[in-house]
């Protein structure tokens, strides 16, 4: 199955397979509570796409993997993989897709749930096998975070 998923760059006429799936994980990310801000959130997944700053993974018509990352602050903003597609090394390849953009010469930072949230237990496994490190500990849209990061 998995080897029919396709990486490639989130293009605006993917933009409602892409919010299906975010609806379908919002319960993940602080700050995607209301139909506003999945509205606000809409608009802000069209302007990465418009920078070529959206990754995806499809599955023939079907999104199940999705990315965000800002180039200018070597950032990774926003990751999900669609419950049924988990665990089949989707975001691994994604991020390392993301990686082909950045600048190799900076850290790249992310920012997820602290240790002991539930929300949080994939993601931080995820990121410390990938090679990020545990940083500072912050606040998101009043929920307590922390930063990763992958130092080069
Ligand atoms: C975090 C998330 C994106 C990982 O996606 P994924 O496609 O399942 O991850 P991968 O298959 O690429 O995982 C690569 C490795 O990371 C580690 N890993 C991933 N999920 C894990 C989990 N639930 N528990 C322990 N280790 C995990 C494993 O080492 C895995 O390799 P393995 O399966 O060979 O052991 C996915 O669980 C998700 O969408 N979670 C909800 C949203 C979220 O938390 N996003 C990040 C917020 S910043």
């Not at 796409?49 to 200018?72: P, T």
């Not at 602050?73 to 089949?88: I, T």
């Not at 237990?121 to 929920?143: D, I, N």
Request: hydrophobic content about 40%; some cysteine; glycine content about 6%.
């Amino acid at each position: 199955m998995v080897d029919m998923v396709k990486i490639e760059l989130g293009k605006e006429c993917d933009i409602d397979i892409w919010m299906y799936l975010v609806n379908k994980v919002k319960e993940n990310f602080p700050g995607l509570e209301t139909e506003e801000a999945l509205y606000e959130h809409r608009n802000t997944v069209l302007d990465f796409m418009r920078k070529k700053s959206a990754i995806c993974a499809k599955n023939e018509d079907k999104l199940v993997g999705i990315l965000l990352f800002s180039k200018d602050k070597n950032l990774l903003c926003f990751l999900a993989v669609d419950p049924e597609y988990r665990r089949q090394h989707i975001a691994e390849k994604m991020v390392s897709y993301m990686l082909t953009f950045m600048n190799s010469h900076k850290e790249i930072a992310v920012t997820t749930y602290r240790d002991g949230v539930p929300e949080g237990v994939a993601a931080r496994a995820f990121y410390k096998r990938l090679g990020f490190v545990e940083g500072k500990l912050t606040e998101e849209f009043g929920s307590l975070v922390q930063e990763f990061i992958l130092k080069i």
